[in-house]
């Protein structure tokens, strides 16, 4: 079942334009009754899920601490799309989520008796909270792929397509800009890069 959202209202513009780009009238509201409508919506919290699980810089989160409940559980919240435990935290332990919760395949447990552990995370966001290049990209992606289950028609399938792309490389754009890359090392400062030191080569 798709994520539920909050923000009809935010996406109704998003889904109109799945329609129009199918050749479909637009409507004034997210009447799922509607055969096409509910399509192009459920179609368009598919591709938001899919889009956002790749891990962008503004849903991405380093070294987020997680602390177990009284039970010593990690509850996963249900907005998380992926989970594995930061560098500081993964030196004899290895996360996975199991059953709602963090589970050590290491030690073989769900009990975290240690206290609060970082993790990397990456979260699924609201339409409303998503840059609007993502919010391009995302409507796009979700019209071709409507474009196939409604329509069919393989010209107007590779037309979109063709916008598809484009948009992808204007969300990659953003994505470069915002997320402040550098071959020096990651945004949050881990790997830096280590230039050639030559007093290395003299004590071997």
């Given at each position: 079942m798709p994520y539920p959202t909050t923000n009809a209202a935010q996406e109704l513009p998003a889904v109109n334009?799945?329609?129009?780009?199918?050749?479909?009238?637009?409507?004034?509201?997210?009447?799922?009754?509607n055969p096409d409508v509910a399509i192009a919506?459920?179609?368009?919290?598919?591709?938001?899920?899919?889009?956002?699980?790749?891990g962008w810089s503004f849903n991405k989160e380093a070294h987020y601490p997680m602390t177990p409940d009284s039970n010593n559980e990690i509850k996963?919240?249900?907005?998380?799309?992926?989970?594995?435990?930061?560098?500081?935290?993964?030196s004899d332990k290895n996360a996975i989520r199991k059953d709602g919760k963090l589970y050590d395949k290491e030690h073989h447990t769900d009990q975290w008796t240690d206290g609060a552990v970082d993790c990397d995370i990456t979260w699924l966001f609201d339409w409303v909270d998503?840059?609007?290049?993502?919010?391009?990209?995302?409507?796009?992606?979700?019209?071709t792929k409507t474009?196939?289950?409604?329509?069919?028609?393989?010209?107007q399938y590779q037309m979109l397509q063709q916008n598809e792309a484009y948009m992808r490389a204007m969300?990659?754009?953003?994505?470069?800009?915002?997320?402040?890359?550098?071959?020096?090392?990651?945004?949050?400062?881990?790997?830096?890069y280590v230039s050639y030191e030559p007093y290395k080569a003299l004590m071997r």
């Amino acid at each position: 079942m798709p994520y539920p959202t909050t923000n009809a209202a935010q996406e109704l513009p998003a889904v109109n334009q799945i329609l129009a780009a199918c050749g479909q009238a637009p409507v004034t509201s997210l009447d799922q009754t509607n055969p096409d409508v509910a399509i192009a919506y459920d179609t368009l919290l598919e591709t938001s899920r899919e889009v956002q699980s790749e891990g962008w810089s503004f849903n991405k989160e380093a070294h987020y601490p997680m602390t177990p409940d009284s039970n010593n559980e990690i509850k996963i919240p249900n907005n998380v799309l992926q989970i594995d435990l930061s560098v500081s935290s993964a030196s004899d332990k290895n996360a996975i989520r199991k059953d709602g919760k963090l589970y050590d395949k290491e030690h073989h447990t769900d009990q975290w008796t240690d206290g609060a552990v970082d993790c990397d995370i990456t979260w699924l966001f609201d339409w409303v909270d998503l840059p609007r290049p993502i919010q391009d990209y995302i409507t796009c992606r979700a019209a071709t792929k409507t474009s196939s289950r409604i329509v069919g028609d393989q010209s107007q399938y590779q037309m979109l397509q063709q916008n598809e792309a484009y948009m992808r490389a204007m969300a990659l754009e953003y994505e470069t800009n915002q997320g402040d890359y550098s071959f020096f090392g990651k945004p949050d400062g881990s790997a830096p890069y280590v230039s050639y030191e030559p007093y290395k080569a003299l004590m071997r």
